[in-house]
């Protein structure tokens, strides 16, 4: 009995030292709720101290739970009575980076890239699983696109990955010492909490697990137009990874460089299935697996080849016909074989 009741008071006093020491952002993240709740409005120089104020202690959404729950519950209240970032009539061209007008705009552009950059780590999809699971971001429905969850947590899809990505011959090109990204065909819903698994060969060897294709930073663009940063890396330490992304995106699988581990599966559950056509040595698909492929719900299609892979919007190829696709990838091929060439 005492040993419960000191359990207790244990955990009442954490609970009041994390919600003393996260006050630093949670404050701020009050007032910017009042604002848009219409419990106290701000004028546009209050609203860029606390935005700024949220900055100062951004890194907190990623060690402390009562911060990353303010934070969540903000960005909540933000899109279901603003609109969320970029849907919006005010936000849908986007605004500039110095925030001028969109005061409120650019303090949620903010925190939204603060939770993506410190929140979203595989501690955290263990340690703050309650918060992160089902949670998305509603500008999704912008970028990269919004796509429901299956109908079970259990669905799970098998996809034959190659491992191996051996020393480049010849001249070095740019970028050939970087992981070779490997399409899965299998797309995350906004807000999933998936899991990822391999075999024993590939954890501890540098292998990742991406999601979202869409790598590059757009941090020194000067107009805003999604989020700089949308694509979340998972490193593989285990047989099975914990993946999310509260935007969404495709699921990929990095191979280091001159590592070689052949062809293997990998298991992949919590997601749904994207248009994926491979004209790859171990797999071409056929044109009845195409008609299937390319109605897939996932919002991008990924084409690869031993040679060269590609991503477009689903929206491009739903009607996509088959021999076009194979024509497509035939003339990459060429071309890619052509930039050999002239590498030596």
Request: aromatic residues 10%; hydrophobic residues 40%; proline residues 5%.
């Amino acid at each position: 009995m005492r040993r419960g009741l000191n359990y207790l008071l244990l955990l009442v006093l954490a609970l009041v030292v994390n919600s003393a020491s996260a006050q630093s952002i949670t404050n701020p993240i009050t007032a910017l709720k009042n604002h848009i709740t219409g419990v106290a409005p701000l004028m546009a120089a209050q609203i860029v101290t606390q935005g700024n104020s949220i900055q100062s202690s951004i890194r907190q959404v990623g060690t402390n739970s009562v911060a990353l729950a303010a934070a969540l519950d903000l960005v909540s209240t933000y899109d279901s009575i603003k609109g969320a970032l970029f849907t919006t009539s005010t936000t849908k061209n986007g605004f500039t980076r110095d925030g001028a007008g969109f005061e409120l705009e650019q303090a949620m552009f903010d925190l939204e890239q603060g939770i993506l950059d410190y929140a979203y780590t595989p501690a955290n999809l263990v340690n703050y699983f309650s918060l992160l699971n089902d949670t998305k971001f509603n500008t999704c429905f912008y970028f990269p696109g919004y796509v429901a969850p299956p109908a079970s947590t259990n669905a799970g899809y098998e996809a034959l990955i190659n491992a191996s990505q051996p020393k480049a011959w010849g001249s070095p090109v740019m970028y050939d010492d970087y992981a070779a990204r490997r399409p899965t065909g299998c797309y995350l819903a906004p807000g999933s909490i998936a899991y990822v698994t391999v075999p024993a060969a590939l954890v501890n060897r540098g292998y990742n697990v991406r999601v979202e294709a869409h790598s590059w930073d757009l941090s020194a663009k000067t107009t805003l137009k999604r989020l700089d940063r949308v694509s979340l890396v998972y490193p593989i330490t285990s047989a099975t990874t914990r993946i999310a992304n509260p935007l969404g995106g495709g699921i990929y699988l990095e191979v280091p460089y001159q590592v070689t581990n052949g062809i293997v599966t990998v298991a992949i559950t919590n997601v749904v299935r994207s248009p994926f056509f491979s004209a790859t040595s171990f797999h071409q698909t056929t044109e009845a697996e195409w008609l299937v492929e390319r109605s897939n719900p996932g919002k991008w299609a990924d084409v690869e080849s031993d040679k060269f892979m590609m991503q477009v919007p689903r929206s491009w190829i739903y009607n996509y016909d088959y021999t076009n696709a194979v024509k497509v990838m035939q003339d990459w091929d060429k071309a890619t074989e052509a930039v050999s060439d002239l590498m030596g």
